[in-house]
T-cell receptor, first 114, second 117 residues
Framework: DGGITQSPKYLFRKEGQNVTLSCEQNLNHDAMYWYRQDPGQGLRLIYYSQIVNDFQKGDIAEGYSVSREKKESFPLTVTSAQKNPTAFYLC?????????????FGPGTRLTVL | AQKITQTQPGMFVQEKEAVTLDCTYDTSDPSYGLFWYKQPSSGEMIFLIYQGSYDQQNATEGRYSLNFQKARKSANLVISASQLGDSAMYFCAMREGPDQAGTALIFGKGTTLSVSS
């Protein structure tokens, strides 16, 4: 089945630790995105990537880093510099070949900082 | 100023009734797209319907339709014949600029819909 997978589903981190969230897609989509959702709020963009080896900061990139070494993978690292990382993280992807550019989402990772 | 405004934090509807979820948007770009997503309690965002700024007709997808009023900058989602499984959070989102992959979406804060039997 084609889709977007995110792992782990739940993640617990101690303050001061870096942690990496995985996002993989087998939809052959070109663009990938990371969003953050806080309780009762909409999604806010962290980073996005239109092609391999290229990515751009979103509205709330501080304290996060990404890489895009493969088309199907877009991992997000939450660094210790992120002051309030407890949130729900959603990864999405979209395709140049499938306009309108609908973004399809993974199941999300819920990160809790202890 | 917020680019996407959803003024209804919560809506309640009975099964088989229709419900309208409001969304207003703000952009000066003549080319844009409007999306609605459903987020059940599991957390995954499910795409429902899309409306392009140049589309002449309102979009429809099964029980979902979009009441697009361009002059008023509103893009309300209409769900006909509500079902218990429609209970979820609903988000309106906008892409500013032309239709191409790699443009981020701007989301509203969502409306929680509760469907009762």
């Amino acid at each position: 089945d084609g889709g977007i997978t995110q792992s782990p589903k739940y993640l617990f981190r101690k303050e001061g630790q870096n942690v990496t969230l995985s996002c993989e897609q087998n939809l052959n989509h070109d663009a990938m995105y990371w969003y953050r959702q806080d309780p009762g709020q909409g999604l806010r963009l962290i980073y996005y990537s239109q092609i391999v080896n290229d990515f751009q900061k979103g509205d709330i990139a501080e304290g996060y880093s990404v890489s895009r070494e493969k088309k199907e993978s877009f991992p997000l690292t939450v660094t210790s510099a992120q002051k309030n990382p407890t949130a729900f993280y959603l990864c999405a992807s979209s395709s140049w070949d499938n306009l309108p550019d609908t973004q399809y989402f993974g199941p999300g990772t819920r990160l809790t900082v202890l | 100023a917020q680019k996407i405004t959803q003024t209804q934090p919560g809506m309640f509807v009975q099964e088989k009734e229709a419900v309208t979820l409001d969304c207003t948007y703000d952009t000066s770009d003549p080319s844009y797209g409007l999306f609605w997503y459903k987020q059940p309690s599991s957390g995954e965002m499910i795409f429902l319907i899309y409306q392009g700024s140049y589309d002449q007709q309102n979009a429809t997808e099964g029980r979902y339709s979009l009441n697009f009023q361009k002059a008023r900058k509103s893009a309300n989602l209409v769900i006909s014949a509500s079902q218990l499984g429609d209970s979820a959070m609903y988000f309106c989102a906008m892409r500013e600029g032309p239709d191409q992959a790699g443009t981020a979406l701007i989301f509203g804060k969502g409306t929680t819909l509760s469907v009762s039997s």
